[in-house]
């Protein structure tokens, strides 16, 4: 629902941008005009002034008193006589200005008392505030700190981090929501910050809205994939692919890669042990033409030469359907619209109902506060469910947000099934905690973990990012098979 909220939304937005960059536009040229206006009277005053025999000096004093009070003497000249005329317009425009300003001013100040205040900034910031409304506050670009409840930090993220530490002390009370490509949201020691990346909640929100369960159910669980591009917005797409199209024990759903993976694989290295294999070509997608007509889906990710693409795709091949993360708004014009499956990343991804939302991350430290208070090491409460995330580190913060996300999933299959999540058959636990190991097994190979015995004797061992439970379901001992029911029966008693 709230996708389709956005889907709706982003229409307005990109009109908004359009006329946003003419109003960005007009402003300068309106900029530009006042400050001409107001200094057209001194200069002609003071050439009309030094015209008449004044020095230079008197004539610049004498011009600027005309700003302020009524010259009664006669005119020397009428560049004098004009200026005289315009210098008090002038004035009483600059005044008019000031009080506006003082209103913006005002306004953001009366808003800050809000409890759902928002205050925005950054170049991007005007789709933010229309759909934020009145609880949306402008701080500008690079503006000073602006009182308010929660900010969102939407500029280039040095600029984000520069504003954050230069009013840190202030900041701390506060929740504050910072656009970062380069950290993952885990990975922040202060409790009141938030770190978001599009691309990321593009890539999550994508496989949300067009899962692909019941085209695997259909399929026997065997599927291509192809994307076209890769990039930042490629590895974090594929990345959460890997952890929720996860929906049967023997899948086998093959992603197609036509971009450059040497990065990905490389920081990677584990990737192979994912059952899913993740192929990458080196020669362009139009030399492997059956595979796009075969695939069950063909994702465009390419934002550079979109719209060559896309004209070029529609061509050569007769699919009937092909998703688009959408760079352009031409695409709209084209003739085969209807083949396109358009997924509006950039607007989703900024709409203030995803940043602001904190669903996920509540929902994984409840899961961490439940595991850790059925063992007995807590009891369950608001103030402990804070108290005890922080004590966590990255990675094992990452591995409840993973755990949580693909809940959802889980979800949706036992909807498609007709089953009620209250109401879990043996044989149906037994399968989802299977698919669950399945996936608490990939999200350790992506961060590089490895099947290894510790000398220590104990199950793993973190320095040397091994597990010895990194093996098939049915390898496990009853025990640890026992551990991941339990994971799936706690996950399906939290809403």
Same mark, same amino acid.
């Given at each position: 629902m709230m996708y389709m909220r956005a889907v709706l939304a982003s229409r307005q937005i990109a009109r908004y941008k359009r006329e946003s960059r003419e109003k960005d536009m007009r402003k300068k040229i309106t900029k530009a005009i006042q400050i001409i206006l107001f200094i057209t009277p001194f200069l002609l005053g003071t050439a009309g002034f030094v015209l008449s025999g004044e020095t230079a000096r008197d004539s610049a004093f004498i011009t600027l008193c005309m700003y302020g009070m009524e010259y009664q003497d006669p005119t020397p000249n009428v560049l004098v006589e004009l200026s005289r005329w315009t210098a008090p317009l002038a004035t009483a425009g600059g005044v008019l200005l000031i009080f506006s300003k003082l209103r913006r001013r005002l306004t953001a100040w009366v808003c800050s008392f809000r409890r759902d205040s928002v205050a925005v900034y950054g170049p991007d910031r005007e789709e933010l505030l229309v759909q934020l409304g009145g609880r949306g506050i402008d701080g500008g670009e690079n503006a000073d700190f602006i009182n308010a409840r929660k900010y969102i930090l939407f500029g280039e993220e040095k600029d984000n981090f520069d504003f954050y530490r230069k009013y840190r002390e202030r900041l701390r009370e506060k929740t504050v929501y910072l656009q970062s490509q380069s950290l993952p949201a885990q990975t922040v020691a202060d409790s009141g910050l938030r770190l978001f990346c599009p691309e990321d909640t593009a890539a999550r929100l994508f496989w949300k809205e067009h899962c692909l369960y019941k085209t695997s159910a259909d399929r026997g669980h065997q599927l291509r994939v192809v994307f076209l591009g890769f990039g930042l917005l490629g590895e974090k797409l594929l990345f959460y692919a890997l952890q929720d199209n996860i929906f049967d024990a023997d899948q086998r759903i093959e992603y197609h890669i036509f971009g450059d993976g040497t990065y990905f694989s490389s920081v990677h290295p584990q990737l192979g042990s994912v059952s899913d294999p993740v192929i990458f070509y080196e020669e362009p997608w139009y030399v492997h033409l059956p595979l796009l007509e075969e695939a069950d889906m063909v994702v465009v990710l390419e934002q550079g030469e979109q719209l060559t693409l896309i004209r070029d795709l529609l061509t050569v091949t007769v699919r009937e359907r092909i998703?688009?993360?959408?760079?352009?708004?031409?695409?709209?014009?084209?003739?085969?619209?209807?083949r396109l499956q358009i997924f509006e990343w950039r607007e989703v991804s900024k709409n203030p109902d995803y940043i602001l939302s904190d669903?996920?991350?509540?929902?994984?430290?409840?899961?961490?506060?439940?595991?850790?208070?059925?063992?007995?090491?807590? &009891?369950?409460? *608001?103030?402990?469910?804070?108290? @005890?995330?922080? %004590?966590?580190? +990255?990675?094992? $913060?990452?591995?409840?947000?993973?755990?949580?996300?693909?809940?959802?999933?889980?979800?949706?299959?036992?909807?498609?099934?007709?089953?009620?999540?209250?109401?879990?058959?043996?044989?149906?636990?037994?399968?989802?905690?299977?698919?669950?190991?399945?996936?608490?097994?990939?999200?350790?190979?992506?961060?590089?973990?490895?099947?290894?015995?510790?000398?220590?004797?104990?199950?793993?061992?973190?320095?040397?990012?091994?597990?010895?439970?990194? &093996?098939?379901? *049915?390898?496990?001992?009853?025990? @640890?098979?026992? %551990?991941?029911? +339990?994971?799936? $029966?706690?996950?399906?008693s939290i809403e």
């Open positions: 998703d688009v993360f959408s760079a352009v708004e031409e695409l709209e014009l084209l003739t085969d619209r209807n669903v996920l991350f509540e929902r994984a430290k409840r899961i961490h506060l439940r595991y850790i208070s059925d063992g007995g090491a807590a &009891v369950e409460s *608001a103030d402990a469910k804070d108290e @005890e995330w922080k %004590k966590l580190d +990255s990675f094992s $913060r990452s591995s409840n947000v993973s755990a949580a996300d693909y809940h959802e999933v889980r979800l949706l299959m036992l909807r498609e099934q007709g089953q009620s999540a209250d109401r879990i058959t043996p044989d149906l636990l037994e399968k989802l905690s299977e698919l669950e190991h399945i996936r608490w097994c990939r999200f350790h190979y992506l961060n590089n973990w490895r099947y290894g015995v510790p000398e220590n004797g104990k199950t793993k061992d973190a320095a040397l990012r091994i597990h010895r439970d990194l &093996v098939p379901y *049915a390898e496990l001992t009853e025990g @640890e098979k026992e %551990k991941d029911r +339990s994971s799936v $029966r706690l996950l399906l």
